[in-house]
């Protein structure tokens, strides 16, 4: 039987549990010592030793619920603020900015090692009626519009990893949705908002970000060119966001090749807002399925070099905006109305390569399920090496590392098969000959076991070739 369907099983066994099934006062304890067995392996952990993130969205109301914050600590390594950056409440009315909500999700994230994901700066919706009814001219639009990208940005510089810079922008044609941004300055606001966004903070990741774009079809064409055109203008864009709220049973059969036509243009590809949600009341066959469901979408970022993490849209199915929005649908995600994990949770889990293998059977035996296993990790550290950007002269790579073992200070070794290093950053990186040399800087030289340590660095070649051996401090670490 496979781990997946191991738990899949222990989870429904649970659920017989607590309906009444008769059980010895043996099969009780046993169960229940299952039941309580600690995952040797949590989302955020399964993830990272992939090299990707896991997310989710924080709603701000339930960070007072202890049993909300103990799961969004403990499972997942990215922040997103479910509404509390959007403009409307961030910037109710001209000039009166409002950090609060977005400053209690930093505050939260920093006391759990995690990354904020910002959503999103300039969007259609949630947006307040001043700016959306103001009757402004293309002048003063732009005007607004920077004003709200600048403060906010630079508000969270250095907090904020990843900004959805531009939200929802496109009609199911592919062509420009009409939102007051686009009627007023034309398509022009999108590079804008770009190179604004990234005056008022130049580490932060900026995204485009959208929903019904995971498979290959004409909306995810139309992002495909404005993007391609973007990067051609210099636009500082650095990936695309795909929100995937989907629906039980149609997962994009294109989504692997959907995703990988935009990592060629050299960005990051996320997955942003993910949920599978089913018409009410779920059956087990159905959460079955979405379990599967929930493993391909983590499967398929896995596949995909340049796919940098996953978030869920939620915690549990209680939190879920599908409800208010598609009446008669919903259980749309990884834990119940009782903040139990369903058999998606362990499938998500199982699929980024965690689990409780050697828990309560003796381990995988690895034959039947045809899952993938990790890979070998020579010497306690997985490897991941990514050219994230590529062209004619020059190429940038970021190098992440998970360690088994608690670090206090780091050397990371490779050889760079094609051109040198021009620049590095959260490391000193330098080159002899072929062989680069990362030791921590300063402020990163501590990581915990199970940690993972990031680096990046540019090249004056835009030669490609095979991932090389990657070294942690004198080991060979496996490498993705
Ligand atoms: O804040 C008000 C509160 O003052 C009021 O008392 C209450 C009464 O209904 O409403 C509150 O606002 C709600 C808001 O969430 C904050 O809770 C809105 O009614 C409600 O419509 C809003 O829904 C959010 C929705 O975006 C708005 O479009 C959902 O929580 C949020 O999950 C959803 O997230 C979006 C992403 O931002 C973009 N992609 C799609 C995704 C799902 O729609």
Redesign the pocket.
Known sequence: MSSLMRRTAAAFAAGALLTGAVLTGTAHAEQAERDAAPLQSTLRDAAAAQGRFAGT?I?D?LLSNPTYTSIASREFSSVTA??VM?WETIQPSRGNFNFSGGDRLVDFAQQNNQQVYG??LVWH??LPSWVSNGGFNAEQLNAVMTEHITEVVSHYAGDVAYWDVV??AFNEDGTLRQSVFQQTLGQQYIADAFRVADAADPDAKLCIND?NIEAINAKSDGLYQLVSSLLQQGVPIDCVGF?S?LILDQIPGSFQSNLQRFVDLGLEVIIT?LDIRIPMPADQAELQRQAEQFAEVTEVCLAVDGCVGVTV??ISDRDS?VP??FPGEGAACLYDDNYQAKPAYYAMLEAFGGGDDGGDDGGDDGGDDGGEEPGPEPEGCAATYSVVNRWNQGSVVEVSVTTEQALSGWTVEFSLPAGSVTSGWNAQVSQSGTQVTATNAPYNGSVPAGGTLSFGFQTDSGATYDTPQITLNGAPCATA
């Open positions: 969205a709603n109301g479910e509404n959007k959503h999103t919706s949630q939200n929802e929903y929100q709220h807002e849209w939620g905006w208010d929005v």
